[in-house]
């Protein structure tokens, strides 16, 4: 937990505050914030990021364009990929796994849900 | 006579003119069924949004007041507690002291936890965002067509042309099926597909 430093991206102001005061009660306050993927991207070429948390609708690039790139990236091809998103439809998730991510949470969450699927997906 | 001749030819060619505008202006009606209906379907979907919007942002606001009076009736319950502790110790019986403290330090996590659930409810806030993009985005579109047929009315557009923009338009990024609680697929769903998807 103590090395674990997480990357969250959102769009929405309010939900970034909202997964990090989440993640900061469950002990994990090493947290980084980007508006969206292009932004998320650009995060990463300067902080060393171990696990990502991302929305899906998002300006300049969505979650699931975010999570295909990442995946063709060397370094982050086995990187933790959580998405917390609103989309619930089957074929977004069906999507949403065969582009990479380890996991997937509908929103609204509860902050149980958040911390119960970060630790799954580090348990492997 | 032939002045009359001349007369019924101009009358007869002006009636085949009139009749062709006539026809023209029929035809034009008939291809603005389409953007009429298609705008006619978008306003009661952005209607709808906008019902939604107003049910779940008071159902959160509701829900944010209850634990603001159960943390306000705690707090009081704190001062009143505080104030026994204060006049136990000024009376030197600090045998009773422990077991206060200990109720008041269940109160406050309480208060804690109620905090964070009111936190928690503000996630209404990016759903509800994203239902008034879908909103506004379908009056952007009825607002485009009735612009296109505006435009077509008085001339200036053909209706297979796509709507001319007066303004820069936002862009507006969101999920059309974003609700507080209705979802297409639940939580313990998505954890099963996940499940069979690791499996396989």
């Given at each position: 937990m103590a090395d674990l430093k997480i990357l969250a991206v959102d769009d929405s102001p309010t939900m970034r505050r909202i997964i990090i005061n989440t993640l900061k009660r469950a002990g994990y306050n090493e947290v980084v914030e980007a508006?969206?993927?292009?932004?998320?991207?650009?995060?990463?070429?300067?902080?060393?990021?171990?696990f990502v948390i991302t929305d899906w609708n998002m300006p300049e690039m969505d979650g699931l364009t975010f999570v295909?790139?990442?995946?063709?990236m060397e370094e982050y091809k086995s990187i933790p990929i959580l998405m917390v998103t609103t989309r619930s439809v089957k074929d977004d998730i069906v999507d949403a796994l065969k582009a990479g991510v380890n996991n997937y949470i509908v929103k609204p969450f509860t902050p149980d849900t958040l911390i119960q699927k970060?630790?799954?997906?580090?348990a492997g | 006579m032939s002045g009359t001749g001349d007369l019924q030819?101009?009358?007869q060619r002006e009636i085949l003119e009139l009749a062709s505008s006539i026809?023209?202006?029929?035809?034009?009606?008939k291809e603005l069924k389409k953007p009429l209906a298609e705008s006619h379907e978008k306003v009661p979907r952005a209607t709808e949004q906008l019902d939604k919007i107003n049910e779940q942002t008071q159902a959160a606001a509701h829900q944010m007041l209850d634990k603001v009076e159960q943390i306000s009736q705690r707090e009081e319950e704190l001062i009143q507690g505080l104030a026994n502790i204060k006049d136990l110790t000024a009376k030197n019986q600090l045998a009773d002291v422990g077991s206060l403290v200990d109720i008041l330090i269940e109160k406050a996590n309480a208060t804690v936890n109620d905090v964070f659930t009111i936190m928690d409810a503000l996630q209404f806030q990016d759903i509800t965002s994203q239902q008034m993009?879908?909103?506004a985005s379908l009056l952007e579109e009825v607002e485009g067509k009735l612009t296109q047929i505006v435009g077509v009315l008085h001339g200036e557009q053909d209706v297979s042309e796509p709507p001319i923009s007066k303004k820069d338009k936002k862009t507006r990024v969101f999920d059309p099926h974003a609700d507080m609680s209705d979802k297409k697929t639940d939580q313990s769903e998505i954890d099963s597909l996940i499940s069979r998807s690791n499996n396989t």
């Open positions: 508006t969206d993927g292009k932004d998320a991207l650009a995060k990463l070429k300067v902080e060393e990021v171990n295909t790139t990442l995946r063709s970060i630790e799954q997906i580090l | 030819t101009r009358i026809n023209d202006i029929v035809q034009k009606f993009n879908h909103a």
